[in-house]
């Protein structure tokens, strides 16, 4: 069965090639081979036989890697159980995402893992509206575009951004493609979201695929703090590569993924400092201070 899916994502990924101009050949041929290897760590993946046209700022090949990525997301909380029945609910000591990404291995496929459990200080809308708010990374602005043709557009999130960081004195820019997805349910809410990272110029045909899930728990009944909302998260960051795994590959898809880990870290701070605001905003507001609609105090 997984054979036979297999072989139609691939009739459909090569008639997709066939039909794309051939200004873009070089990038699709980049493109159709991350996306064989990533067929093999994910069967089910389906490949669009049909994508969306241009837009302003959108070309043939954003639209692709959209439309194929939001459709993943589905696959993606279809894993959400099985992903947090190993996450548990042990509340991590350390900071939201803070501190190195552990290593692990799934059969012949390598990706870094980071995971945390805890509460934070706000009621569960509040935080509902804080952890979608960060799924749209809204601290990455440096030409940040947004794809608004995608289902469920009031719960779905599609952006492309570009972020600059520093590598021995070089400035490496990176590009980022990432969707997210919400599901409310009955007794949680729910975002998943994926990207793919890659900084061409610099790192040639290595890419990394983030994967990511994030609960976020209604309190009980019984809970004796309902201003207290528990939260519980996973990230696992995939590195990709085409070519000969030589060291000289080695050696650059390692420090492509220390990079990433940079920007990682850069992402806890701005969780942190929106947390901070969040409850500085709660003590403004909580002493019964009177303020006007523009949120200037009156006397």
Known sequence: MRQHEKRIESISLQKYLQSAVQSQSVVIQDLQNILKRRLQCEPKLSIPDVILWNRSTMNMKDAMFYKTYFDSLSILYGKLDEVFKEVGFNLTQERIFAGVPMRKKDGETEYYEKKWVGTVPFTYGRTCDAVWALAAAPHRQDQRCQYDDLQDAEDSIGVKYYVTVQNN????????????????????????????????????GITQDETGWCIVHIPSRNATDQGNTLVQACIRLTPMHFRSNDASMTRMVAEFMELSMKLGMDDSLEIQRMIASLLLEEALYSDELDFDDSGILDF
Do not use: C, G, H
């Not at 400035?171 to 997805?181: D, E, M």
């Not at 409310?184 to 729910?190: A, G, I, L, P, Q």
């Open 169 to 204: 004195r070089e400035t490496i820019i990176i590009r980022n493609y990432q969707v997210a997805k919400r599901y409310v349910e009955e007794s949680r809410m729910v975002v998943v979201w994926r990207a793919l990272s890659d900084a061409s110029e610099d790192f040639p």
